[in-house]
């Protein structure tokens, strides 16, 4: 079993910054690409931004340059450093991994944090 663990969100005033972690835990042989989602109210999930094993992003093209995907294999931690925020990137951030264990190679979620930009 595995699990993922986000933390680091919360309300934050428009231009401020969070930054998100995720830990992973569990049976795990090795993890593949990291990533965060977020779904805002009405809206479907979309992807914000993923890292590979070696350390290859890809961010959400309305996303880049504002925020910053890392991670620490020896931890098995994601980061996700969030700046200038605005009122429109509220929403739940979800932590997913790519994860191989003894019996299988599969995604796993984790249960969401809230970040909120408002005044």
């Known amino acids: 079993q595995v699990q993922l663990v986000e933390s680091g969100g919360g309300l934050v005033q428009p231009g401020g910054s969070l930054r998100l972690s995720c830990a992973a835990s569990?049976?795990?042989?090795?993890?593949?690409?990291m990533g965060w989602y977020r779904q805002a109210p009405g809206k479907q999930r979309e992807l914000v931004a993923r890292i590979t094993r070696g350390g290859n992003t890809i961010y959400a093209e309305s996303l880049k340059g504002r925020f910053t995907i890392s991670r620490d294999n020896a931890k098995n931690t994601v980061y996700l450093q969030m700046n200038s925020l605005k009122p429109e990137d509220t929403a739940i951030y979800y932590c997913?991994?790519?994860?191989?264990?003894?019996?299988?190679?599969?995604?796993?979620w984790g249960q969401g944090t809230q970040v909120t930009v408002s005044s």
């Open positions: 569990g049976s795990i042989l090795s993890i593949y690409a």
């Open positions: 997913n991994a790519n994860v191989l264990t003894m019996t299988v190679r599969d995604d796993y």
